[in-house]
């Protein structure tokens, strides 16, 4: 969710009013996303590397998940919302984590979407903790060598039950991963729009899923002209 520093640039406005108007359009987005059939949808919203900003601006940020997570955790759970937020959490505040907790676990039963939060996340890191944690278990005898496969040290990641994204949206016309789901995304289709993210809606959203419902996805295989895969 890029561009909200530069839609405050290019009015005038301080940052904070950039992530300000970027929270409601994750409201926008999340509304939108049931009724164009989503079951899954994945915001990055604080990398494990938005720590470098300064520290205003930091503040700001989690001042924002603060205020989301406690005004709209109703509305969220009342639309059928579950919420899971994937990062870490040694970091944040301590009431910060019981707001993540709260919301994860009143939403736990929710099916119509599953939103999930990347908040203080990177993908490099998240292999590194899955490798850690895999090499502890064949330490302490949980899991042989040979047993580790790709099936393996999925479940071992964050985002364990969850599917690997169809489709991956980047906004404000920036044309790179940014450490987002390094290993999810192996096979995702991509769209990068323009659109800065505070004037991303429910029309850009449509728009990307016609794009990625045009294209041909063969996961290194080839099509046939049957229309089938080989």
Same mark, same amino acid.
């Given at each position: 969710?890029?561009?909200?520093?530069?839609?405050?640039?290019?009015?005038? !406005?301080?940052?904070?009013?950039?992530?300000?108007? +970027?929270?409601?359009?994750?409201?926008?987005?999340?509304?939108?996303?049931?009724?164009? *059939?989503?079951?899954?949808?994945?915001?990055?919203?604080?990398?494990?590397?938005?720590?470098?900003?300064?520290?205003?601006?930091?503040?700001?940020?989690?001042?924002?998940?603060?205020?989301?997570?406690?005004?709209?955790?109703?509305? %969220?759970?009342?639309?059928?919302?579950?919420?899971?937020?994937? *990062?870490?959490?040694?970091?944040?505040? *301590?009431?910060?984590?019981?707001?993540?907790?709260?919301?994860?676990?009143?939403?736990?039963?929710?099916?119509?979407?599953?939103?999930?939060? @990347?908040?203080?996340?990177?993908?490099?890191?998240?292999?590194?903790?899955?490798?850690?944690?895999?090499?502890?278990?064949?330490?302490? +005898?949980?899991?042989?060598?040979?047993?580790?496969?790709?099936?393996?040290?999925?479940?071992? %990641? @964050?985002? @364990? *039950?969850?599917?690997?994204?169809?489709?991956?949206?980047?906004?404000?016309?920036?044309?790179?991963?940014?450490?987002?789901?390094?290993?999810?995304?192996?096979?995702?289709?991509?769209?990068?729009?323009?659109? %800065?993210?505070?004037?991303?809606?429910?029309?850009?959203?449509?728009? @990307?899923?016609?794009?990625?419902?045009?294209?041909?996805?063969?996961?290194?295989? !080839?099509?046939?002209?049957?229309?089938?895969?080989?």
């Amino acid at each position: 969710m890029d561009g909200n520093g530069r839609w405050a640039a290019s009015r005038h !406005l301080p940052r904070v009013m950039g992530h300000r108007a +970027g929270v409601a359009a994750v409201r926008n987005i999340v509304r939108a996303a049931p009724e164009l *059939g989503l079951e899954f949808l994945t915001l990055y919203s604080f990398s494990s590397e938005n720590w470098k900003r300064p520290k205003a601006e930091i503040n700001d940020l989690m001042g924002l998940l603060r205020l989301y997570l406690r005004d709209d955790l109703d509305e %969220l759970h009342s639309n059928g919302v579950q919420i899971r937020v994937i *990062g870490a959490k040694q970091q944040l505040d *301590g009431d910060i984590i019981g707001l993540i907790e709260e919301a994860q676990n009143r939403t736990r039963d929710n099916a119509k979407l599953k939103l999930i939060i @990347a908040f203080n996340y990177g993908g490099q890191d998240e292999i590194v903790e899955a490798a850690r944690r895999i090499a502890e278990d064949v330490a302490a +005898g949980k899991i042989a060598p040979a047993a580790v496969t790709r099936d393996v040290f999925t479940s071992y %990641l @964050a985002t @364990a *039950g969850i599917p690997d994204p169809d489709l991956v949206i980047r906004t404000s016309g920036e044309q790179r991963l940014s450490n987002f789901l390094i290993w999810q995304t192996a096979y995702s289709e991509f769209v990068f729009t323009d659109a %800065l993210w505070p004037d991303f809606g429910k029309a850009e959203l449509t728009a @990307a899923i016609r794009d990625y419902q045009a294209r041909d996805r063969r996961f290194g295989g !080839l099509t046939t002209a049957a229309g089938g895969r080989s």
